[in-house]
């Protein structure tokens, strides 16, 4: 009997024993499952984190037009949309709108303006006309003669990188016919406006 009574309490023993060893292993893999959970979760949060700053800075942004520079196309207080991973693979063409960072006084706000001469070229304006080395410009997308001809009237020849660009409302633009605005360079281009988001009614492509 007691035989009998120890060899019960014995498997018991090894039961609850058992028991306790394979409650600890569950645990154990819990605690793994747990921790590969929450690093899969971390390395989540770091890639939105990275897309995000990403999307950011080679991505799009979003600028308010300032003036009435742009008009028609663009007016004061419209939100326009800019492709700023265009120009890391092309470079800017003519007739683009591009944004850029003003170069001397209020840097709060970018200008957003129309390529109108390219690196390599030379702009002249007169008569009311754009020449490009000697040739008139056609398919403008303004109709209006230019009155004040700036530094153009002598002919403004482009250097590498370098881009001429003039506002739609062209009697009503400070642009680079102005030594205060003068060339635009291609690494203070921030992109090119291709959308705009604002007014909605206007919504659309650019």
Do not use: C
């Not at 747990?34 to 080679?58: A, D, E």
């Not at 419209?78 to 591009?98: M, Q």
């Not at 590498?160 to 690494?187: C, P």
């Amino acid at each position: 009997m007691h035989r009998r009574g120890g060899r019960r309490a014995y498997l018991r023993a090894n039961r609850n024993r058992l028991k306790h060893v394979r409650n600890r292993e569950r645990k154990e893999i819990d605690k793994r499952q747990l921790m590969r959970k929450l690093g899969g979760y971390v390395v989540l949060i770091l890639i939105m984190i990275i897309l995000g700053y990403s999307l950011v800075s080679f991505g799009g942004q979003t600028l308010k037009i300032v003036g009435q520079s742009m008009e028609p196309t663009l007016q004061n207080g419209d939100l326009v949309l800019v492709n700023k991973a265009r120009y890391l693979f092309h470079e800017p063409e003519r007739f683009d709108l591009i944004a850029f960072k003003q170069r001397e006084g209020d840097n709060s706000y970018y200008n957003v303006k129309r390529v109108i001469g390219l690196p390599g070229e030379t702009v002249t304006i007169k008569d009311g006309h754009v020449f490009i080395d000697g040739a008139a410009l056609s398919d403008l997308p303004f109709d209006e003669n230019i009155l004040t001809e700036g530094l153009a009237l002598e002919g403004v020849t482009l250097e590498k990188g370098e881009y001429f660009v003039l506002g739609d409302n062209v009697n009503n633009s400070e642009d680079s016919r102005f030594a205060n605005m003068g060339n635009i360079l291609k690494n203070e281009i921030l992109g090119k406006v291709t959308y705009r988001w604002l007014p909605k009614q206007n919504r659309g492509r650019l």
